[in-house]
C-alpha cells in the first residue's frame, strides 16, 4: 500500500552526554490508527539527516508504510542551523563511540515513547536500520549491539574505519593533538582531534564494522557505487562476505559515486538513475524483511 500523503515532526532528545541528539519523525498519513515497524537513518562523516536528497528518501520510505526517524547524531558538528556546522567544537570530538551510543539512545527514546506520533504507533521491537559511508560502519555496529534491530541496509558502507586514518592524519594527532579536514563542499576547516583516533583504536572490538558484521544473522543488504572513488566498493564487498546471515544481498550500482549521483542542496525533480535504484533496492528490502 502506498499512501498519498507523509506527517513530519521535529524534535530532539538528549543524548547520553546531555547535548541534543535533533530528529524527525516521518509517518505516513492514515485515518486509523495502526502499528508501524521503523526505519531509522544514520548519516555519515560531514553529513546530516537534511544533506542532498535524503528527506526525499525518507519521506518514499514512509509513504511505504513505514515510520522514519532521521536524526543527527551529537557530535557531528551541525547544530540549531540544520545544515550548516555551526557547531566545530562538537565535530572535532565526534568519536565512533559516541555515534554509536546515540543510535541506542534514539532506540531508548522510541520504546519510553519520547519520539511517538498522534497518528500511529511505532513498533520499538521492529526497527530497520539504513546508514551511509561512516553511518554504514556504525550501522553494522549498532545492528549487533542493540537487538531491537531487525533488519539492516548500508549505503556506501566504510568496513574498517581504523584502516582509514592516513600517516599525516595520525602524525597531527602525534604531535599536534588534532588534525585537519577539509570540507570539500564549503571549503571550510574542520579540526578533528585524537580522541577519534585513540577511541577507535581502543574500542575496535565493539565499533569496527568489519568485526561486528561476523555476529549479524538478521536481514542484510550491502549497497555501493561502482564508481564510489570516496568509499571503495571493495569494502561493502568485505563486510558482504564477512556477515554470516542467511538472508543477505550485495547491490553494486552501475556508474553511482558515493551519494549515487546526488548533491547538496538536491533542487531537481527528479532522481538520478543511481539514486532511484540504491532507494527501490532499500524499500523492498524492508518491504520484505521488517513489514
Request: aromatic share 10%.
Amino acid at each position: 500500500m502506498r499512501y498519498s500523503s507523509v506527517i513530519k515532526k521535529t524534535g530532539n532528545i538528549l543524548s547520553s552526554e546531555n547535548l541534543p541528539i535533533y530528529y524527525d519523525l516521518l509517518v505516513p498519513s492514515t485515518a486509523q490508527v495502526t502499528i508501524l515497524p521503523v526505519v531509522l537513518f544514520v548519516h555519515g562523516f560531514k553529513g546530516f539527516k537534511d544533506w542532498g536528497a535524503f528527506p526525499d528518501l525518507f519521506d518514499e520510505l514512509a509513504r511505504i508504510g513505514f515510520a522514519v526517524v532521521a536524526f543527527n547524531l551529537s557530535l557531528n558538528g551541525v547544530g540549531k542551523s540544520m545544515t550548516e556546522f555551526d557547531e566545530p567544537e562538537l565535530f572535532r570530538r565526534g568519536t565512533l563511540s559516541q555515534d554509536l551510543n546515540d543510535v541506542g539512545s534514539v532506540i531508548t527514546a522510541i520504546k519510553k515513547k519520547q519520539i511517538s506520533s498522534e497518528k500511529v504507533l511505532l513498533n520499538a521491537h521492529r526497527l530497520g536500520l539504513l546508514g551511509h559511508s561512516r553511518g554504514g560502519h556504525t550501522a553494522v555496529a549498532a545492528a549487533a549491539e542493540y537487538a531491537e534491530i531487525q533488519s539492516l541496509v548500508t549505503w556506501s558502507a566504510v568496513a574498517d574505519y581504523n584502516a582509514r586514518w592516513s600517516k599525516e592524519m595520525i602524525s597531527d594527532w602525534e604531535t599536534r593533538g588534532y588534525t585537519e579536514i577539509k570540507n570539500a563542499r564549503t571549503g571550510e576547516i574542520l579540526k578533528l582531534d585524537k580522541i577519534v583516533y585513540d577511541d577507535a583504536l581502543e574500542n575496535a572490538d565493539r565499533l569496527l564494522a568489519i568485526r561486528r558484521v561476523q555476529e549479524l544473522h538478521i536481514p542484510c543488504m550491502f549497497i555501493a557505487g561502482k564508481e564510489d572513488d570516496a568509499v571503495p566498493y571493495s569494502d561493502t564487498e568485505k563486510l558482504y562476505r564477512k556477515c554470516p546471515s542467511e538472508e543477505k544481498y550485495l547491490g553494486l550500482i552501475e556508474n553511482a559515486g558515493h551519494t549515487f549521483q546526488i548533491s547538496h542542496p538536491f533542487e531537481e525533480e527528479d532522481f538520478p538513475p543511481e539514486f532511484e535504484e540504491a532507494l527501490d533496492l532499500t524499500a523492498g528490502w524492508f518491504l520484505d524483511h521488517l513489514r
